[in-house]
Nanobody, 116 residues
Framework: QVQLVESGGGLVQAGESLRLSCAASGRTFSTGTMGWFRQAPGKERELIAHIRWGDGNIFYTDSVKGRFTISRDIAKKTVYLQMNSLKPEDTAVYYC?????????WGQGTQVTVSP
């Protein structure tokens, strides 16, 4: 079993920055991915970034490339999402995700609201 605890999020103005953190506990950490999804009202949950735990390979969805940076602290089993140049369209609930094979684990979600 994997437990994910998120922190960060909040209300900011357009152009400002936020940093999300997600600390994991539980199963061994040599494989799989860890990353972030988001879900805006009325929309499907979408993957925005993840990092492959074994080799550090990173994926970003196009809408956040150049603005968001995902990183990890292996010793702390923690992944971070630095979000810069935030836009109102980034407003959503952000969920931490840990994927091991076909298993998905989720954090509780944290609200990010970006005002114009």
């Amino acid at each position: 079993q994997v437990q994910l605890v998120e922190s960060g999020g909040g209300l900011v103005q357009a152009g400002e920055s936020l940093r999300l953190s997600c600390a994991a506990s539980g199963r061994t950490f040599s494989t799989g991915t860890m990353g972030w999804f988001r879900q805006a009202p009325g929309k499907e949950r979408e993957l925005i970034a993840h990092i492959r735990w074994g080799d550090g390979n990173i994926f970003y969805t196009d809408s956040v490339k150049g603005r968001f940076t995902i990183s990890r602290d292996i010793a702390k089993k923690t992944v971070y999402l630095q979000m810069n140049s935030l836009k109102p369209e980034d407003t959503a609930v952000y969920y931490c995700n840990r994927r091991i094979g076909t298993l998905n684990y989720w954090g509780q979600g944290t609200q990010v609201t970006v005002s114009p």
